[in-house]
């Protein structure tokens, strides 16, 4: 069997946990590998380790800018910082799919979720919830309800707004930036704010 190239280790690992995402339930993380992470974890000690050796090879020492004195420690940095980044991202998507499943009213059953986590995973579930849950008792809110807004509340605030037609085919830009394509005929829903402008050019008509 070959070889991973140097700083693949935590690659695999993030890779890994991303399919079990993409693939499966975007809340629930894949199973913690211990042994995958402890492996990455030695490789960039080994790495940190090779590098001081070089630079306190006197022999190397008198060589250092040259190229081919140079390269080797750059290439050991560079696979030691693949895999702490890698490392890095791998545990901030298994904390957030922590944090989401506490949000979501239909999280998965607690031990199914409780033994794919490591001990340090068990611990920051554990705090966070302790957080979560006298924040929201001094808040006097449930904060595990759903946060996705009615239907209602969308009808209601949608009738509240000033409906405009286009009168010819434009682009209306909203004051973030960003950019409605419309057709002529076509119907916007849009503040005063956003669309005086081109209710003065003429591209748009306010619908009484």
């Known amino acids: 069997m070959s070889r991973k190239p140097l700083g693949a280790i935590a690659a695999g690992v993030l890779q890994a946990e991303l399919k079990q995402q993409q693939e499966g339930d975007a809340d629930d993380v894949a199973m913690y590998q211990e042994e995958q992470v402890k492996a990455a974890i030695q490789e960039i000690h080994m790495l940190d380790e090779r590098v001081q050796e070089s630079l306190r090879n006197s022999v190397l020492q008198t060589e250092i800018n040259q190229p081919h004195t140079a390269a080797h420690i750059i290439a050991f940095k560079a696979a030691a910082l693949r895999n702490k980044r890698c490392l890095m991202a791998h545990q901030k998507l298994r904390q957030e799919a922590i944090m989401r499943q506490w949000q979501k009213p239909s999280t998965k059953d607690t031990a199914d979720t409780e033994e794919k986590l490591s001990p340090a995973e068990k611990e920051f579930r554990k705090a966070y919830d302790n957080m979560m849950s ?43 930036g960003s950019g409605w394509g419309l057709n002529k005929g076509d119907a916007l829903i849009a503040p005063h704010r956003t669309a005086q402008d081109y209710v003065h050019q003429g591209l748009l008509q306010k619908h009484t």
């Open 134 to 176: 006298e924040y929201g008792a001094e808040l006097q809110l449930n904060l595990r309800l759903d946060t996705q807004p009615p239907d209602i509340l969308a009808t209601q605030t949608a009738a509240q707004q000033p409906w405009y037609i286009a009168r010819e085919e434009h682009e209306v830009l909203t004051d973030t």
